[in-house]
Nanobody, 112 residues
Framework: VQLQASGGGLVQPGGSLRLSCKATGINFKIYRMGWYRQAPGRQRELVATITSGGTTNYADSVKGRFTISRDNARRRLYLEMTIVEPEDTAVYYC???????WGRGTLVTVSS
């Protein structure tokens, strides 16, 4: 199983960024998928999850700003990040929920 996250980078406060995660080696469409993040000196935390049927769940800190989505045909998971804040700076990981499978992460830095 491989989860390859991409799309991170430097973005100014108030800006937008789109993360993508490509999954291989699993039957992607049947799994609940999630984005998590880990800021320097802090524990990894949930950002958002999406079920196989498209039901979403968000951390309170990103509600209304971030949108998780998936393309089962392309085996891709997305995170649309808008109105980003310096507190969103972290390494973002995609995860097959309730399994051992994690991506390597992509760094998002929010700074002017």
């Amino acid at each position: 199983v491989q989860l390859q996250a991409s799309g991170g980078g430097l973005v100014q406060p108030g800006g937008s960024l789109r993360l993508s995660c490509k999954a291989t080696g699993i039957n992607f469409k049947i799994y609940r998928m999630g984005w998590y993040r880990q800021a320097p000196g802090r524990q990894r935390e949930l950002v958002a999850t999406i079920t196989s049927g498209g039901t979403t769940n968000y951390a309170d800190s990103v509600k209304g700003r971030f949108t998780i989505s998936r393309d089962n045909a392309r085996r891709r998971l997305y995170l649309e990040m808008t109105i980003v804040e310096p507190e969103d700076t972290a390494v973002y990981y995609c995860h097959v929920v309730d399994t051992i499978y994690w991506g390597r992460g992509t760094l998002v830095t929010v700074s002017s």
